[in-house]
C-alpha cells in the first residue's frame, strides 16, 4: 500500500459549548473580584491567534488579600471540618467536573492548542479521577501510615505550568483539600481559562469561600504567591530554572516545599521488542500534547541491530500524523502553546543542524496562522549534543543507538534529569533489572505517558522532589 488511500472530512467539535466571558477578575473569598491594580493581559488561541478573554493581572496586594481568604477558610472552617464532611464536597467537584467535562475539554484546547481527543479522552478523565481518588482519602488519613494523627499544614501556595493546565491544577488542588489544606494556586499566563471555570466549580460545589483562590498573573505573581509570610506549603510545577529559584528563595523559611520539574526522558527499545507497538509509545512519547510533556520520551534509544528498521516504520508511522485544527476529532498533533515556546523549539533544533544531527520532520502543510512545528527527529545524535541534554519541549525527537544494555543504562542515566523512562523488551527479566538501574521516578515497560491518580509521580535529581500521587502524594500536605 502506497500513500494515503482516503482523505478525513473535517470533524470539528463545537466551540459553543464554553461560554467565555469577555473578561475575568480574580477568585478570591469564594468571589470573583477586581483586581487592587489595573493591570491585565490577554489570552489567546495559540491555533489561530485570536484573543479568547481578558485576564487580570495580580499583583502583591491581591496575592495579600488571597492568602488571607484562605488562612480563614483554614481556620474557621476547612481545618475543623472532619474528614468525611471534606470527601463529600471533592467527590461532588469530582461529579460536576465530570457533568462539565466537554465543556471543560473544548476550553482546554482553545486555550492550550491541543487536541480536542487529548483533552476530551486524557486530561479531563483524569481530572475526575484526581478528586474521586483524594476524596476517598479525605476520612482515611489516618491509616495511610503517614503517623496516627497527621495534620494539615495549612495554606498552600500552588503554580501550576501551561502543558495540562486543568490536571495540573487537579494534581495539586485534589490532594491539599483532602488533607483538610486550603490553597492559593496560580496557573500559567498562556492557561488560564480551565483554573478560572473551575472557580465556577467550586461555587456550583458550594464549597465553603476561601477553601481555593485562583490568582492570575505571571512570573512576579507566582513569586509573590510562593515567597508570601502567610503561606505553609509551597507546590510548585514548571522548570528547573524557576524551581531552583523558588527552592533557593525558600531556604531559612519553615515552608515546606515540594517541587515538580523538567525531564528528558529516554525510552530505550530493545532488538527483541515487538517493533510495531513500540512505534505507537515511540510516537506517543514524544507526540502526544505536541511534546509539552515533563515526562516525555525525547531521547530515543534503540538498539543498533533494529535501529534503521524502527527508523523505517517510524518515519512512515509519522507521515500519517494529523497536524492542525486542535478542535478537529481527527487532530492527532495541535498547536504549539505560544509564540515564546515555538521559538525555544525553532532555536534548540536549529543547534541540532548545527551540532551536525540529522533533522527529519513528517510531511504535513501547517497552518497559516498560530504556533506550529512538524513532527520531526534528528539522527546522528551525540550525547554531547545540546538536542541530547537540554529539554526541549516540543515535537522533536533525538535519536540514539546502543549495543548492550548496560550502554543503554550508562546512556539512558547520563542526564541531570531524572523524571521518567521507558523500556521495550519481550524479556519480564530484562525490564525488572532495567527499572532497577534506570534513574527515574517512573518506568514505564512496554507503554509509555500512563498516569493513574494511585499511583505515585516524581523525580530525581533536577526532575524535583516529592511525589504527586498515590498514599505519597498524601504526604506533601501533611504533619
Ligand atoms: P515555568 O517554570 O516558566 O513556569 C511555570 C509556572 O511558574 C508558571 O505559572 C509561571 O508563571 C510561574 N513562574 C515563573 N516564574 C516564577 C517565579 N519566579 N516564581 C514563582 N512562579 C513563577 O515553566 P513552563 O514553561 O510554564 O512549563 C514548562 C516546564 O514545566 C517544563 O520544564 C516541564 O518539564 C515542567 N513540567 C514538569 C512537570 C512535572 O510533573 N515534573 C509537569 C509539567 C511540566
Known amino acids: 500500500m502506497t500513500g494515503k ?26 468571589e470573583f473580584t477586581a483586581g487592587a491594580g489595573s493591570a491585565t493581559f490577554k489570552t489567546i488561541n495559540p491555533a489561530t491567534e485570536e484573543v479568547l478573554a481578558e485576564v487580570t493581572e495580580a499583583g502583591e496586594a491581591d496575592v495579600d488579600r488571597a492568602v488571607a481568604a484562605a488562612r480563614r477558610a ?4 476547612w481545618g475543623p471540618m472532619p474528614g468525611r464532611e471534606r470527601a463529600k464536597y471533592l467527590f461532588r467537584i469530582a461529579r460536576i467536573v465530570q457533568e462539565r467535562s466537554r465543556e471543560l475539554a473544548v476550553a482546554e484546547s482553545l486555550d492550550n492548542g491541543k487536541p480536542i481527543r487529548e483533552s476530551r479522552d486524557g486530561d479531563l478523565p483524569l481530572v475526575a479521577a484526581w478528586f474521586f481518588y483524594y476524596a476517598g482519602w479525605a476520612d482515611k488519613l489516618e491509616h495511610a501510615g503517614l503517623g496516627t494523627e497527621p495534620r494539615a499544614l495549612g495554606v ?18 485534589a490532594p491539599a483539600l483532602a488533607t483538610g489544606n486550603t490553597v492559593v494556586l496560580k496557573p500559567a499566563e498562556t492557561t488560564p481559562l480551565t483554573a478560572l471555570l473551575f472557580a465556577e466549580i467550586c461555587q456550583q460545589a458550594d464549597l465553603p469561600a476561601g477553601v481555593v483562590n485562583i490568582v492570575t498573573g505571571a512570573g512576579p505573581t507566582g513569586q509573590a504567591l510562593v515567597t508570601h509570610a502567610g503561606v505553609d506549603k509551597v507546590a510548585f510545577t514548571g522548570s528547573t530554572a524557576v524551581g ?40 506517543n512519547g514524544i507526540f ?17 541491530s533494529v535501529a534503521d528498521e524502527v527508523l523505517e516504520r517510524l518515519k512512515a508511522r509519522m507521515t500519517t500524523l494529523r497536524v492542525g485544527d486542535p478542535l478537529d476529532k481527527n487532530t492527532d498533533v495541535g498547536a504549539i502553546n505560544s509564540a515564546a515556546q515555538l521559538a525555544r523549539i525553532r532555536t534548540l533544533s536549529d543547534t541540532g543542524d548545527a551540532e551536525g544531527a540529522e533533522r527529519w520532520s513528517a510531511p504535513c502543510t501547517l497552518p497559516d496562522h498560530g504556533f506550529w512545528f ?11 549534543h545540546r538536542i541530547a541534554r537540554e529539554e526541549i519541549f516540543g515535537p522533536v525527537l533525538s535519536v540514539l543507538t546502543f549495543r548492550t544494555p548496560a550502554e543503554a543504562v550508562a546512556k539512558a542515566n547520563n542526564t541531570p534529569y531524572g ?24 518506568v514505564w515497560a512496554n507503554t509509555f505517558n500512563k498516569f493513574d491518580p494511585a499511583s505515585p509521580f516524581g523525580g530525581y535529581k533536577e526532575s524535583g522532589y516529592g511525589r504527586e500521587g498515590g498514599r505519597h502524594g498524601l504526604a506533601g500536605y501533611l504533619r
Open 5 to 30: 488511500t482516503f482523505e478525513y472530512a473535517p470533524a470539528p467539535e463545537s466551540r459553543a459549548v464554553v461560554d467565555l466571558a469577555s473578561s475575568y477578575g480574580l477568585f478570591i473569598g469564594g
Open 74 to 77: 483554614y481556620e474557621r472552617v
Open 156 to 173: 498552600a501556595g500552588q503554580v501550576i505550568p501551561w502543558n495540562f493546565p486543568l490536571m495540573m491544577l487537579a494534581w495539586k488542588i
Open 244 to 283: 531552583r529559584g523558588i527552592a533557593r528563595s525558600l531556604a531559612g523559611t519553615d515552608k515546606r516545599l515540594t517541587l515538580e520539574l523538567g525531564g528528558k526522558a529516554a525510552n530505550v527499545v530493545f532488538d527483541d521488542a515487538p517493533l510495531d507497538q513500540a512505534v505507537e509509545g515511540i510516537v
Open 288 to 304: 502526544f500534547n505536541q511534546g509539552h510533556v515533563c515526562c516525555a520520551g525525547s531521547r530515543l534509544l534503540v538498539q543498533e
Open 374 to 384: 512538524a513532527p520531526t527527529i534528528f539522527t546522528g545524535v551525540t550525547q554531547a
Open 419 to 442: 523524571l521518567s523512562a521507558g523500556v521495550w523488551t519481550e524479556k519480564g527479566s530484562r525490564i525488572l533489572w532495567m527499572a532497577e538501574q534506570l534513574r527515574a521516578g517512573v
